[in-house]
């Protein structure tokens, strides 16, 4: 049986809180996916058209990750964390996924927000896992509802 990773990107420390507490409860290993410029509160402050998380969003751009996951071939199970941008995951998670061979792997979304529901993540995250034998995602406020 293989082991699990939970990885996660947090731009305000909620989904990180979640992301540990949950990895420690199930003997999981953990990392955080970091974007190489670390946004500022401006960056993703919405409601403003030109703000950072905008412009990557509509531009579908790539946000390059720093680090990688060592081993990732030896994960069945990854779990992968975000709050909702836009319903969905933000571009540096789907960025980071596109690095890896997903293939057999078992994935499970979890998301945090401050009002908006998951939508439709899971389908959204899909292109990003090619391979993975099933996508799933949730909802959560805290690490015992994963």
Known sequence: ???????YFSAEGTTAKVAKEYAESIGADIFE??????????DI???????????????NKDVPVSGKVENFIEYDTVYVGF?????????????????YD???KT???FATSGGSG?????????PYVKGAVSVDAKLVHKADEI
């Open 1 to 7: 049986m293989g082991k699990t990773l939970v990885v």
């Open 33 to 42: 996916i970091v974007p190489e410029v670390p946004y500022t509160a401006a």
């Open 45 to 59: 402050r919405w409601p403003n058209p030109l703000a950072r998380c905008n412009k990557e969003k509509f531009g």
């Open 83 to 99: 709050p909702i941008w836009y319903g969905a995951a933000p571009n540096v998670v789907n960025t980071f996924c596109k690095g």
């Open 102 to 104: 997903w293939t057999g």
């Open 107 to 109: 994935v499970h979304a």
């Open 118 to 126: 998951i939508g439709k993540s899971a389908e959204k995250l899909e």
